[in-house]
């Protein structure tokens, strides 16, 4: 059973344009969502975070909403950079104690120059 | 900087071999993960550590046993490899704050091809 979705597989937008990344998920109980983006060859890096008491989380570029009684989670990248051309990754905390998480299936993000 | 450094970027072993694959962090975190990713399914946890000589299952632990002697390095071990552990393994680590806001650093992977 996936708790964590992610249903699209690519996206593919222009440069300076916004990217917007989405995530669904089934338990109610998750208190954490995260996301990372990862680069061919490299580990996950952490991108930004959000509690679940919280509807919205901004750090520069990176804008994360959550919309708890639709169990949806998005990530917007304004303005796209080809540099953000990654698989991105959304993950819920399952566990606070063991820092358990679980992962969506990623999305390709290309941003076309 | 957290450093999760893990011994190999690429390994091929053969059928029914026993593979270490060793992961090592420098930030005293108390948590310690494995996963494996491959195309279409994510990060799949296997086993993580959530102290010295503790282990749990993740989703995927068929196949594979762990190891944790020492709070700074975690090591996955493949019993008897199959084919099918052909992927890329990633280590992570955390700290344990309590609370969930403590992001997962990951090492860079290890690409394992069993022939």
């Known amino acids: 059973d996936q708790q964590v979705k992610q249903n699209s597989p690519s996206l593919s937008v222009q440069e300076g344009r916004i990217s917007i990344l989405n995530c669904d998920y089934t338990?109610?109980?998750?208190?954490?969502f995260l996301w990372y983006k990862k680069y061919p060859a490299e580990g996950p890096t952490f991108l930004i975070s959000?509690?679940?008491?919280?509807d919205k989380n901004e750090d520069g570029r990176f804008t994360v909403f959550l919309n708890k009684s639709a169990k949806h989670l998005s990530l917007h990248i304004v303005p796209s950079q080809p540099g953000d051309s990654a698989v991105y990754f959304c993950?819920?905390?399952?566990?606070?104690?063991?820092?358990?998480?679980?992962f969506g299936q990623g999305t390709t993000l290309q941003v076309k120059p | 900087d957290v450093k999760v450094t893990q011994s190999s970027r690429y390994l091929v072993k053969r059928t029914g071999e026993k593979v270490f694959l060793e992961c090592v962090q420098d930030?005293?975190?108390?948590?310690m993960f494995w996963y494996r990713q491959d195309p279409g399914l994510g990060l799949r946890l296997i086993y993580f550590?959530?102290?010295?000589?503790?282990?749990e299952k993740g989703d995927i632990p068929e196949g594979y046993s762990v190891s944790r002697e020492k709070k700074e390095r975690f090591s996955l071990i493949l019993e008897s490899a199959s084919t099918n552990q052909t992927s890329m393994y990633l280590c992570?680590?955390?700290?344990?704050?309590?609370?969930?806001?403590?992001?997962?650093?990951f090492g860079d992977g290890t690409r394992l091809s069993i022939l």
């Open positions: 993950a819920a905390s399952v566990n606070s104690n063991t820092g358990k998480l679980i």
């Open positions: 992570a680590s955390s700290k344990h704050t309590g609370g969930s806001d403590q992001p997962q650093h």
């Open positions: 550590s959530y102290d010295v000589k503790m282990k």
């Open positions: 930030m005293d975190h108390e948590n």
């Open positions: 959000i509690s679940s008491i919280k």
């Open positions: 338990n109610s109980m998750f208190d954490y």
